[in-house]
């Protein structure tokens, strides 16, 4: 058993020097798995892929090699509003999922707006929450939230390390690349999220010298595709980072933002829109507007949750469950 | 009654008259006030709308945003002239406008929201 400062330096460590990949799909939770099979996005019951997992046959079952991690998102510390007045309680719950899981992650990925608006006090908070969670590292980028009053001054110290321009960063793991794309900043010119030119040729160059049969998997926190963009749900240049992606078998898309769960599949690409573990928000167009979603105090943990992901390392899609806190 | 009635609207006249100059002096008063940023201009944040969409003011006023909504939101210039803090349910943000102009501004943390401030 690793102490906590252990955990704290695996947390720093490079992702070259993380420990190997276990895998297991064994969940406890009321999730529904997504898949992508000939083009067509398909769901099964999460009990089916436990029971894979044990006989070591279908979708789910342990093989070796592949990868395993998880993803939260829109933690908002800071949040005090009736939709949620103690989001810290929340976060904290979805870290003891993960660290309930039977085998630990190679890494959390969290897709942005850590805190709410950067309020005194909440990254110190966060920063702590994430040092909880039993993972072989942390990997994070920006929302809007963490971002708006100093451009992300603050947000790069903490959390920049490794990272260029603005946050954005790649690396490999388990035989997929991963790319971090920052899509937070330069709302001056756009209705809706941006990357930017310098991002895009970084992103170009980056992916460069990939096989194309290698496994993309993006994470940002606006959706990249046009959710909705009266509520500035998409990214003003989505398509084009899309583009460079274009030649790959396999991309992976993987964001926050909207609070909610939302899948969409455009030929290679999957789309995986993710809970946040702080509040719900109306689905597009329900409401006057994107903000926090009130109900009733027992049902919130039904609308907050977190998202496990596994690669086998054979050609076919990532497996993508998403389980909610109650 | 004749001289009553003549004498009537004179007083009248006159009555009016002053007070159209106390009038014109509450105007130039209010003129002056905004000019020198004492009575500010407001715009208010509701169900995600800037309201009124465009605001026309003197040089030197001072605009006020004001939130009635219960998400937090924020005023940026589209050309970096000013950046509020995040402004929470209730609580608001003054910028003084200067130089005459036509100035863009968003929500930072809901670009889709957007205002524009023209000063004469």
Not at chain 1, 284 to 309: D, I, N, Q, S, Y
Request: with cysteine; charged share 20%.
């Amino acid at each position: 058993m690793r102490d906590a400062k252990e955990d704290r330096e695996q947390a720093l460590l490079p992702p070259t020097s993380r420990r190997g990949f276990l895998e297991c799909m064994a969940w406890a939770g009321a999730g529904l798995v997504w898949s992508l099979s000939g083009g067509v996005l398909s769901s099964r019951a999460l009990a089916d892929v436990a029971r894979n997992a044990k006989t070591g046959r279908g979708p789910g079952a342990r093989r070796s090699g592949g990868l395993h991690f998880v993803q939260i998102s829109d933690t908002h510390i800071g949040f005090d509003k009736d939709a949620n007045p103690d989001p810290v309680a929340t976060a904290r719950e979805a870290i003891a999922r993960i660290n309930a899981l039977a085998d630990e992650p190679a890494f959390l990925l969290h897709t942005g707006d850590l805190t709410h608006a950067q309020k005194p006090g909440a990254f110190d908070t966060v920063a702590g929450l994430l040092q909880e969670a039993r993972v072989g590292g942390v990997f994070t980028v920006p929302g809007e939230h963490d971002v708006f009053s100093d451009g992300g001054k603050e947000y790069l110290a903490r959390f920049g390390r490794g990272t260029q321009g603005s946050g954005w960063q790649s690396f490999d793991h388990g035989g997929a690349h991963f790319v971090g794309l920052v899509n937070v900043l330069g709302f001056q010119n756009a209705n809706v999220g941006a990357l930017g030119a310098e991002q895009i040729a970084w992103l170009e160059r980056d992916v460069a010298g990939l096989s194309s049969s290698t496994p993309v998997v993006v994470f940002a926190h606006i959706p990249l595709w046009a959710v909705y963009p009266e509520w500035g749900w998409a990214t003003h240049d989505g398509a084009q980072a899309l583009g460079v992606l274009k030649r790959f078998g396999s991309v992976t898309v993987l964001n926050g933002h909207i609070h909610q769960v939302l899948q969409k599949t455009e030929g290679n690409v999957t789309f995986h829109s993710a809970l946040s573990t702080a509040y719900p928000q109306p689905a597009p167009g329900t409401a006057k507007g994107p903000g926090p979603l009130k109900v009733p105090a027992e049902e919130l943990r039904t609308h907050l949750g977190l998202r496990e992901v596994t690669w086998h390392g054979k050609p076919g899609p990532l497996v993508v469950v998403d389980s909610k806190l109650g | 009654m004749d001289r009553q009635h003549t004498r009537r609207p004179r007083r009248a006249r006159r009555l009016a008259l002053a007070m159209g100059a106390v009038f014109a002096c509450l105007a130039v008063g209010v003129r002056a006030a905004t000019a020198s940023g004492a009575s500010p201009a407001q715009i208010r944040i509701e169900s995600f709308v800037f309201d009124p969409p465009t605001l026309e003011v003197a040089s030197g006023a001072t605009v006020t945003w004001i939130n009635r909504d219960e998400e937090l939101h924020a005023v940026t210039s589209a050309e970096g002239l000013f950046a509020s803090p995040g402004i929470d349910t209730d609580e608001q943000f003054s910028f003084r406008f200067e130089k005459p102009g036509t100035y863009e501004y968003r929500c930072a943390l809901h670009p889709h929201m957007h205002g524009t401030v023209i000063v004469r």
